[in-house]
Structure formats: C-alpha cells, structure tokens
C-alpha cells in the first residue's frame, strides 16, 4: 500500500522537475497522473497538477512585514518555485476586517490564511476549495504522518473534507511570571487561585519591581477580557477556569453555549472583584497584544499568560533590553485551571475562485512543508543571520525540519515552557459552521464580549446584564446555534 502510494510520487516528481527544467518560467507546466501511469507507475486517474504561473495570497503579520524583509522573502520564494508571487498584506490589527471585505466583494486572492472561526464559516458557505483530493494519497499527506502529526490534520476536517492545511500546531498560552517580582514579595508561584490572587494583591499594594513606591504596579493585563478568536479564555485562565464562553460538546456529544451556563457567571465574579481590587489592567479592554507587551516590559505588571515556546525568550530579551530583570517563569496551570487551551492553528485554504486549486496545492501549500529550501525560506527571515522567525515557527511544524539551521537557537527556558505547555493542554473543539452559526455567532460575540465588559469594568449587576443581553436576542442567538449544531 505504502509501496504503491510512494512510487508514483517519486515519477510525478521528475517528471515535474525535468519538465521545470525544460520549460523555465513563463510556461504551463503540466503534469497530471496519466503521465506518470505513462511512464510506468500504478494509478490510472486523478488530479491533474497545472503549475501556476502567478498565485495571489492573503496574509496577516505572521509572514515578515515589509520593512522586516518580505521583499526578499518573495524574490527567493519566486527563485525556488519559478512562479510569480503576489502578496497581500494588511496591517495586523485589521487583517479579519480585510478578510471579510474580500470575501463579500468576491475579489478573492487564490490562498488566504484564515483563523479556525473563519475557516469553519467559509467552508460552510462553499468559499474555500476541497483539497481532500489532492492531499488523500500526497506526498505531503506521508510527510505529515511520517512526523506523527496526522491528528493535527484531522482536526480541521469537516465533515470528514478538508479545506485546508494548517503548517503548524496551533500551539497556546502558559503563564509567566516575573521571577524578580516574586522574590520582592517574598512569594514563591501559585499553584492554586488563593495563592494567585495572594500573588495578585502583593504584586498591586507592595513595591514588587523595586522602584521603593508602593502600589504604583498591578498584577496582570491582557489583549482583552476574552479573545477575539477560540478559544477565547486563553489569555486568562486563571479567571475562566471550567467556564467556556462559546460553544462546546459535552461529553455525551451534544452541543451547548457555555456562556449561559453557571461556571460562567463565577467566572465574571471572579474577574469582576479582580478588577475592582485593581489588580487588572484597569484599560484591560482597549488593550491589543502590542500593547499589552510594551507594558510588561516596561514593568507595570508582572503576570502575563502568553504563547508557549519561542515567546518565552522574546519576553526575556525584551525585558533585558528595557534594562528590568529578565527572568520570567512558566507556571503549570492552576489547580482550578486544570489544563491550558490548545487552539486551531490558522489554516492555509485555497479559495473557490482559485482557476486552477490543484496546481495551488501541489505548488503553494505542497512546498510550504517541503522539509527543505522552501519551508526553511517560511520559517526564517530572509535579511536576519540570527534565524528571526518569520511564518512557520519551527518548535510547532506540522512537518519540522529534518536539517533545522536554527535548531542551535531555542534556549532552555523556550524548551521548557513548550514542554509544559504540551504536556499540560487539551485542544479546543472547533465548531462546525451552520447557517445559523454564520448568520448570529459575530453579532453574537459582541453581545457577549459587552456583557462581560458592562459585568467586570462597570460593575453592573450580573441579572441585570444577562436582562440586558436577552433583551438584544442574545439569548435566542445562543440558542438558535446550538440548536443548529444538535441538527447536524
Ligand atoms: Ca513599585
């Protein structure tokens, strides 16, 4: 079976690669499965492969940005591939709102990088391309098993076709604490919330950085109350602990909004009493992820749940660099926490407009994890001697490099936070889309995301809110979509 699926792989391969050489660009190249039965291997039909002679994508910041080098990234992805590039790019912060303006316009690139959320919506609505045809049978299919990373795949098959690939795992978030900070307090890491909200009152009343001011410091902050993507509660988890505020599958397998069950309103207790002890940010709302960095490094607070793995040593760095101590430590999760979150990476997708998805997949997602030239060229900056990361952070490929040049640089403190974080979370169940679901769940999340602003900022009595959140249909929003999922 192995035998027969790797064989003609290793004769479309030169066939594809004499034909390159042959042709150079500028011409279609084509191949297809016929050709190789031609010449001797085993399968009578399927796809076709057309190389593309220009591929438009659609990318957030994870790519390098312009003024870090993406100029040079698609001269030499160009070199490697022979295809024109055309890259996309919008600012971080509004790559979502991009997003959705594309897709309603119809003017669509032939790749987009799409979030788990916006995945599951697109595929329902039949805007992305199956690519089950092409990846069954692949050459890249047996690299990903090869790497035992097979599940990572089948997580983001719906309804058993896949619309895209996901070049990493998805990775999440562990919580670090200032070492320094600690010390000034005469604490040690809590393992349970009594002990982090004792953590907590010292790191705001007492002079945990030092400076011989009491009080001009707060525990922790964050890029919001609740993320803006599943799953959700991952930049705070020691609030959130057993509540879930989306949708999720209980264990006898139906569907059910979390948000309107009781776990829930002990965790906006929990954050409401934080809050108004001022040991959160008290501009927690407003913050982006940028934000909230600079403020660490600049030492108003000293407990930050953030990515697992490379970000444990750019936190590091940067607090070194602003001349505070650099010692941050990864704390397992709290008792009552249980476990950290796993997210759906962000998946590779081809669009439904895409004239030629076969030839996209084999030449764009294909190479992408190539285990080579291609996947090394996604994974570290083109302009930096220091392997800077640029799309593909090596600690999480879905297939990772088997000559990693950057191998040498993951320090020990990043090693072990993403052993930790690996040994210590479950991944987030990732919805299926229905009609209802993209009809309600974006007016939906902003219901919510006020409910829990008006709760813990203001101060709102929760009654009162959860009125308030009925009154707007919320509550027949909620329902309508777990009815829908219960239907499928
Ligand atoms: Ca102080």
């Known amino acids: 079976m192995i035998r027969n699926r790797i064989r003609p792989f290793i004769a479309l391969i030169m066939v594809m690669t004499l034909m390159t050489v042959l042709c150079g660009c500028g011409l279609e190249v084509v191949t297809s499965a016929r050709s190789v039965t031609e010449s001797g291997g085993a399968v009578s039909s399927g796809p076709s492969y057309t190389k593309p002679q220009q591929i438009t994508m659609m990318v957030d910041g994870t790519l390098i940005t312009l003024e870090n080098g993406r100029d040079e990234f698609e001269a030499r992805w ?66 990903i098993t090869k790497a035992g990373n097979e599940s990572l795949i089948d997580a983001i098959k719906i309804k058993g076709k896949l619309y895209g690939i996901t070049p990493t795992r998805g990775n999440g978030c562990v919580t670090y604490i200032k070492k320094k900070w600690l010390d000034n307090v005469g604490l040690s890491a809590p393992t349970n919330y009594q002990e982090y909200m004792d953590m907590l009152k010292a790191f705001t009343e007492k002079d945990p950085d030092g400076n011989g001011i009491n009080g001009d410091t707060y525990g922790v902050s964050a890029a919001g109350l609740i993320n803006n993507e599943a799953p959700y509660t991952n930049y705070l988890p020691e609030f959130y602990q ?88 990864a704390i397992p999760p709290l008792a009552e926490t249980g476990e950290y979150l796993e997210r759906v990476a962000p998946v590779w997708c081809i669009t439904s407009t895409c004239k030629n998805p076969s030839g996209v997949y084999k030449y764009f997602l294909e190479t992408m994890l190539d285990d080579g030239a291609v996947e090394e060229l996604w994974t570290y900056s083109p302009v930096s001697d220091k392997y800077a990361k640029n799309h593909i952070d090596h600690m999480l490929a879905v ?84 009815d829908s999922l219960n239907a499928e």
């Not at 974080?421 to 219901?447: G, I, K, R, V």
């Open 78 to 143: 160009e070199a490697l591939t022979g295809i024109d590039l055309v890259i996309i790019q919008p600012e971080h912060d509004v790559y979502y709102e991009e997003v959705t303006k594309a897709f309603e316009s119809g003017d669509l690139p032939d790749v987009i990088l799409l979030s788990s959320t916006y995945y599951t919506v697109y595929a329902a609505e039949d805007l992305l391309a199956d690519i089950s045809p092409y990846y069954d049978g692949s050459e890249l299919e047996a690299r």
């Open 242 to 329: 057993d509540a879930y505020p989306s949708f999720y599958q209980k264990a006898d397998g139906t569907w059910t909004d979390g948000f309107m069950e009781e776990p829930m309103r002990q965790a906006l207790t929990r954050l409401r009493d934080a809050y108004s002890n001022g040991y959160i940010d008290p501009d927690i709302t407003e913050n982006g992820t940028g934000a909230c960095r600079d403020k660490f490094y600049a030492d108003e607070y000293g407990v930050f749940t953030y990515w697992s793995g490379t970000w444990a040593k750019t936190l590091s760095n940067k607090l070194i660099e602003a001349e505070k101590d650099g010692e941050v430590i």
């Open 399 to 482: 297939v990772p490099l088997t000559n990693d040049p950057g191998a040498g640089s993951v320090s020990a403190s990043q090693a072990e936070s993403a052993k930790l974080f690996n040994s210590n979370s479950h991944m987030a169940d990732l919805p299926y889309s229905t009609e209802a679901f993209s009809l309600y769940s974006d007016d939906l999340m902003a219901l919510k995301k006020e409910l829990i602003r008006k709760v813990v900022v203001e101060g709102v009595d929760m009654d009162a809110a959860y009125g308030e959140f009925e009154a707007a249909n919320g509550v027949y929003m909620s329902q309508a979509i777990v």
